[in-house]
């Protein structure tokens, strides 16, 4: 049977971003609900080490998700085990259907359904990843000084992260499977003018080699695209640069998208091109794409929903079916 519900806020995904808002919104005494969908804690809970969390030296990722998701929990926002199927943003309250058929309405809605890395699809990358096997430089460049490096694509990301990678690793091989990159003239002038890195053209991952025990990459195998040939390269790490795609299916077709998905948001806010609808973390971010990023982000989202339920109010339906919040925001 379809269970009907209301709330202030509704906050879509469990993430960072989600986290974050959660606890400023229930702070706020918004009562916010937050669904947390096929992956509760998001994008972190796929990696091992955390070392750039501030206050945490070294945290696992799924622990970092586990204390964050206590945290909006102890806060007062209910966390709620399901996935939002589909979204009518036409008209306030907005309207939130779910895959165990609840109906929420809800006065603002903070989306925080993040990104997804485009992996190479090889079981040999799914055994390594976290394990050597990377698609972030900026989070795990660090743990690979003075080793070598692959890097696989032929985009801007690519070279940027080979590029910053020659300041950890003692050589960057970067594997692409053309003879030209797609990157900016200027990036592709400072890729081959580095002394640390080498361009292997018209080659594709084969599959990557390691140690089981303790776990870790020791090798790419990779091949040439036109002669079938097969080489061995040497690497402790490697990273899959062939691009992200933000979840923004929900919402694509409503909402103002750029960059192959992501949706716009009003710079310096977390407005999104419809007003009541805010968007945070890797959603909206194909720049940074950090956990820190994205949780700032989640706390601009609930400040921002707070302000606006402030000018805008809260609908009757709120009185009727909310068991927890008031009728009306006092923000
Ligand atoms: C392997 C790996 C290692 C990383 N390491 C680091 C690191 O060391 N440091 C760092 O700062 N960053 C790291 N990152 C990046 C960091 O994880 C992301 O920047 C961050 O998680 C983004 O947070 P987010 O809240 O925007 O979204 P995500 O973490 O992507 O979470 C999205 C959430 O939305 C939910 N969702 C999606 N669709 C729906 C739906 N329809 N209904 C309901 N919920 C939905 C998902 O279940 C998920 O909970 C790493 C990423 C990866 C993949």
């Not at 003239?185 to 081959?192: K, M, P, S, V, Y």
Request: charged content about 20%; proline content about 4%; aromatic content about 6%.
């Amino acid at each position: 049977m379809t269970e009907h519900r209301h709330t202030k806020v509704l906050i879509v995904g469990s993430g960072p971003a989600g986290y974050t808002a959660g606890v400023y919104a229930a702070r706020a005494m918004l009562s916010p609900v937050l669904i947390q969908g096929l992956e509760p804690g998001g994008q972190l809970t796929t990696t091992t080490e955390v070392e750039n969390w501030p206050g945490d030296t070294e945290v696992q990722g799924p622990d970092l998700m586990v204390r964050m998701e206590a945290h909006a929990r102890a806060m007062g926002c209910e966390i709620v085990g399901d996935i939002v199927t589909s979204l009518d943003l036409s008209k306030r309250p907005f309207t939130a259907q779910t895959d165990s058929k609840t109906v929420w309405t809800a006065d603002a809605i903070i989306l925080a359904t993040g990104a997804r890395a485009k992996w190479l699809g090889l079981p040999s990358e799914e055994k390594f990843k976290g394990f050597g096997v990377s698609a972030c430089a900026t989070c795990d460049g660090f743990f690979y000084r003075g080793q070598e490096i692959v890097v696989v694509g032929g985009g801007n990301t690519a070279v940027e992260e080979a590029l910053f990678l020659t300041n950890f690793a003692s050589k960057v091989t970067l594997v692409h499977r053309r003879d030209e990159l797609r990157a900016e003239r200027i990036l592709q002038d400072r890729l081959f003018k580095h002394p640390k890195i080498e361009t292997l053209w018209f080659h594709q991952v084969e599959e990557v080699k390691g140690a089981d025990s303790p776990l870790g990459v020791e090798s790419v195998v990779v091949r040439h695209t036109k002669t079938g040939a097969l080489t061995e390269i040497p690497a402790k790490g490697v990273f899959v640069a062939i691009g992200h795609a933000p979840a923004s299916e929900l919402v694509k077709d409503v909402l103002e998208t750029h960059h192959g998905g992501y949706v716009v948001v009003e710079p310096g806010t977390t407005r999104t091109s419809i007003p009541g609808v805010f968007a945070a973390g890797d959603l909206t971010d194909h720049v940074y794409r950090q956990a820190v990023t994205s949780a700032g982000m989640g706390c601009m989202a609930a400040l921002d929903v707070e302000r606006f339920l402030a000018e805008h109010g809260t609908s009757d339906a709120d009185a009727a079916s909310s068991s927890s919040a008031p009728a009306h925001s006092e923000a």
